[in-house]
């Protein structure tokens, strides 16, 4: 059998080198694009541009006014006091140096939660005995029209959310279920019982890596919680699930791989194309961090990472910080700095983050910087890349991460969904916030973005969905929660660092203009 197996297998090698050589003598004409191709060309994502053009020049920043010096001394004498523990006086300051959200009064607060049926008003009452009376019936529309009510017009009695949830998975709604609770636990992030019941929701649907970290960060954030160990058992228990499927995947592609690489060697003559598809599979094999590893070696040679020691501390403490608060412990975290001028960043699987100098030199404090950092650190702890990786062509996928399959620019424009950009955003906030910055460090990011831009967008933005819409959930997200905006901001350090940002940035700038000079 093992023999028959074997002449198989060679055989279909053969057939791939037959038809790659004919492919091959086809592509050696040279073939006009049909509209077809014109069409996906068109389609396909931009990439970020990482390196400026030869020719390119920097736009000289404006001198801060009067009034910018001012409130930047104002800022550094708020953090003074907060970092000396005078959090009322600091906290007065900050209030005077922020102006309300655009929608405060129209978004309104969350009120506190309830558990008892006997604290739940009257009207309430009533919705929760037609929605058990529909359950008993078995009268679907009166459950759920219930049951809807209830959930809306009294978010904070918790077992209505939970009993919604239960029904419409009941009757077959798991998406529906989950955006219930997902709207629910973003309310009340710290009811046991609620993160409970959207863990278990999740893990139904197979979204075992969302599972792991919805209970990890209930435990992380929740410590003194008596169901904190539980439900780290249970973030540990849906991290290997996640990863036994991600293997199993992966080795339903092996053969596949195998074949696209004879497939490449017969195009190209190139021995790279079957080795890679082999070495590509053994890496996603060995999971996350060793992707990470192998790209961010090359990425380091590529980028030329910043030598500045003090700077690369200042980036490496505070990711270090919001790392400790991001719930996958398993992962080696590290944070460069490359010497590009463009507020700029990427995550890779596995722990390992990018940023430009410029990310320093055009954020207005510390938290700023930490609210980029936390956005990027969310996509490494919510396995998004390496989704991305497993998912689909496997190796057209990989190539877009690895040097060898194109330009290390790439790495910055990776094709995240809307809903992952959000959940990153989610997520950085709420790691900004456990860490003790202002919670609308990411939000003033965006509006710093926003300012920035003249005849194209920034970067970042070019690869993240950005604009009003992102500044207002964000917002809407921090009022809700009552997370606090008037605490630590750190803009004294800050000023500090971008001076050397902006010297690094200078000192690649005048290498690169003598080099022409020389030509």
Do not use: C
């Not at 069409?39 to 396909?44: G, V």
């Not at 190539?399 to 989610?426: C, K, V, W």
């Not at 919670?439 to 300012?451: C, E, F, I």
């Not at 207002?472 to 050397?500: D, P």
Request: proline share 5%.
């Amino acid at each position: 059998m093992k023999r028959r197996w074997k002449s198989l297998f060679l055989a279909l090698i053969w057939v791939m080198l037959a038809v790659g050589t004919s492919i091959l003598i086809i592509l050696t004409q040279p073939l006009a694009p049909t509209p077809a191709q014109e069409t996906s060309k068109q389609n396909q994502p931009q990439q970020t541009a990482v390196v400026p053009a030869p020719n390119e020049k920097a736009s000289p920043e404006p001198a801060l006014s009067p009034e910018q010096i001012a409130r930047q001394q104002k800022f550094i004498e708020a953090d003074k006091l907060y970092l000396a523990g005078d959090y009322a006086a600091a906290e007065k300051l900050y209030r005077e140096l922020k102006q309300p959200f655009a929608k405060a009064s129209q978004t309104p607060q969350a009120k506190g939660a309830i558990a008892d049926l006997a604290q739940l008003s009257p009207a309430g009452k009533v919705y929760w005995r037609e929605a058990e009376a529909g359950i008993a019936s078995k009268m679907q529309t009166r459950t759920l029209v219930a049951l809807q009510l209830l959930t809306e017009q009294y978010p904070e009695f918790i077992p209505g959310q939970i009993k919604y949830a239960e029904v419409l998975k009941e009757y077959g709604d798991k998406k529906k279920a989950l955006e219930i609770l997902e709207r629910a636990t973003t309310l009340y992030p710290n009811q046991a019982d609620l993160i409970k019941t959207r863990v278990a929701t999740l893990a139904e649907s197979k979204k075992w890596m969302e599972a792991s970290l919805a209970a990890r960060q209930f435990a992380i954030l929740n410590p003194n919680d008596p169901q904190a160990p539980e439900f780290t058992k249970l973030a540990n228990k849906h991290l290997k699930r996640y990863k036994s499927h991600i293997r199993s995947e992966i080795r339903g592609n092996t053969i596949a791989n195998i074949i696209t690489g004879v497939l490449g060697y017969a195009v190209t003559g190139s021995l790279i194309g079957p080795f890679s598809a082999l070495d590509s599979t053994i890496m996603l094999l060995q999971g996350e961090e060793a992707v990470g590893e192998a790209v961010a070696k090359q990425a380091k040679k590529q980028l030329s990472v910043v030598k500045d020691e003090a700077l690369s501390a200042y980036v490496n403490e505070i990711g270090q910080k919001l790392a400790k608060v991001a719930g996958r412990d398993e992962f080696k975290y590290e944070f460069f700095v490359i010497p590009y001028e463009e507020l700029n960043a990427f995550a890779l699987p596995g722990g390992k983050i990018f940023i430009n100098a410029g990310v320093i030199a055009k954020t207005n404090s510390e938290a700023e910087l930490a609210g980029l950092l936390g956005h990027e650190l969310s996509h490494v702890v919510l396995s998004h890349g390496f989704q991305l990786v497993t998912q689909g062509n496997l190796i057209g996928n990989l190539t877009q991460y690895l040097p060898l399959g194109g330009t290390i620019g790439q790495l910055f424009a990776l094709s995240y969904s809307r809903d992952m950009e959000r959940q990153a955003d989610t997520l950085g906030t709420r790691l900004i916030v456990a860490s003790n910055y202002a919670a609308d460090a990411l939000r003033n990011l965006m509006v710093t973005l926003d300012k920035q831009r003249k005849n194209a967008p920034p970067s970042w933005l070019s690869s993240h969905p950005g604009g009003d819409e992102r500044v207002r959930y964000l917002e809407e997200m921090i009022i809700t929660n009552n997370y606090n905006r008037y605490t630590y901001e750190g803009v004294a350090r800050h000023i500090e660092m971008q001076a050397k940002a902006k010297q690094v940035l200078k000192d690649k700038k005048e290498r690169a203009d003598k080099k022409r000079r020389d030509r």
